[in-house]
């Protein structure tokens, strides 16, 4: 029987810059070879000091006016972060939805209030999830002998579609994809768009795990069997691909 | 701690037109009250005999004309199928991507190859998700005396991520989306942005049960503690409201 387990990892202290991650869950959690971690964004943000104090930011005139056309009225200094971390804006009404540089999609880049401490500190996304992943599985593998797999997750939303989802944003030690096009199915029928999206889905999985707020930013999945090496970065769609408009 | 199992419920049968699927399960699961389990919709629609013979479908001018732009090359009566099943066509360049008449925005309408025998069928969405759902949630109620939640999924893609996740259609008895807005984190700051789809979450990780094909297209979650009941419907964005463009 194929089972999957979903391990929220407790007692993880407060996270701060400098922090050894991979020693503060390796203490709270018996790792085996083959376990995946979804560990979420924020914490490895935390960890690597991708933390915005707002009084070193000015606010320049489009942030002001963005600012003033949003729901939540944000602080003009944080809408300021949020166009720093982007490439390009796709609403600027109601809510600010942006195109990170690393190629995401969501809301306010990533850019989120910390919990750590002080309103006035922002977590900004870590600049390159994938090779946070690698050098969080590195050091866990040194801690623990266990080869596991890493997913550096956040919660995203979708247009069409309410509500949020855990999604994968960095990935190492597990495939991101698995490409079920050539195989055939129980009908001997070839597969037609069967390239399923595993780290999103067991990141997204991973999120009902993680408690109503940040207390559980780390769980263990056991029982996966998925074999290769994939990173966040393959998920992100081309934006010449944009198939749906 | 917080644990969350997803459990492959094997051996089932080949569903046909009229089985009883709460029965089909009930007999392969030892179900408790509180689990969920997530059905994959193709099995959900052959039982109620969602299923259309190609051979009585004759494809109009439109359909003949898009199926001949798609990278698929489908046979133009399943285009003409696909057309049917939808309100609104958002690109039919290379990938058909339409609105359904529940208000899904997804390739083919959901419009599938069967493969329960005979190439020349085709598998629709049931026509109401939530009622197959909350249907089958009374049927097993009846059989076991447990009170099981249920969630008829399928795989969706995404505009600016590649691959399908599973994504949830139809629920009863457990909610849709938890809304933590209002409620405080960790550091006594208002929660932004953040309403759980917490179905679709758990319709994403029970993806990973599913495995490959359709061999195992019922899956058992248990541990959740999710209070409430909700609906499929809720997760639908309307299309006044998309945020993102």
């Known amino acids: 029987m194929r089972r999957l387990e979903l391990i929220g990892v407790e007692g993880l202290p407060e996270v701060r810059p400098g922090d050894d991650l991979g020693q ?26 991708r933390l915005i104090d707002l009084n070193d930011v000015t606010a320049g005139t489009e942030a ?11 602080d003009p200094r944080m809408v300021q972060v949020v166009l720093n971390e982007s490439v390009r804006v796709l ?15 969501c809301a306010n880049a990533g850019v989120d209030h910390s919990n750590a401490g002080g309103r006035d500190t ?11 992943a690698e050098r969080l599985r590195a050091r866990l593998g040194q801690l623990t002998g266990a080869e ?20 994968a944003l960095g990935v190492a030690g597990l495939p991101a994809m698995l490409d079920l096009r050539g ?36 769980v263990l999945a056991r029982g996966l069997r998925l074999e290769g090496h994939g990173t966040g970065r393959e998920l992100i769609r081309p934006p010449a691909e944009d198939l749906f408009r």
């Not at 869950?25 to 490895?44: F, S």
């Not at 600027?92 to 999609?105: D, K, Q």
């Not at 596991?148 to 989802?165: A, Q």
């Not at 009902?208 to 780390?218: E, F, H, I, N």
């Open 24 to 49: 503060l869950i390796a203490a709270r959690a018996e790792l085996e070879t083959g376990d995946v971690l979804v560990v979420a964004q924020k914490v490895v943000s935390k960890a690597e000091g």
């Open 64 to 74: 002001v006016r963005i600012a003033g056309r949003l729901i939540a009225k944000p």
């Open 91 to 105: 609403r600027s009404e109601r809510v600010l939805i942006t195109e990170t540089r690393h190629g995401y999609v």
């Open 122 to 132: 922002l977590t900004l996304l870590p600049v390159d999830p994938d090779a946070s």
């Open 148 to 167: 596991v797999g890493i997913i550096i997750s956040d919660t995203f939303g979708r247009p069409w579609r309410l509500g949020i989802v855990n999604v």
């Open 183 to 218: 195989t055939l199915d129980d009908d001997g029928s070839p597969l037609h768009a069967t390239v399923l999206a595993v780290a999103d889905e067991l990141a997204a999985g991973a999120g009902l795990a993680m408690g109503k707020t940040d207390r559980t930013p780390v």
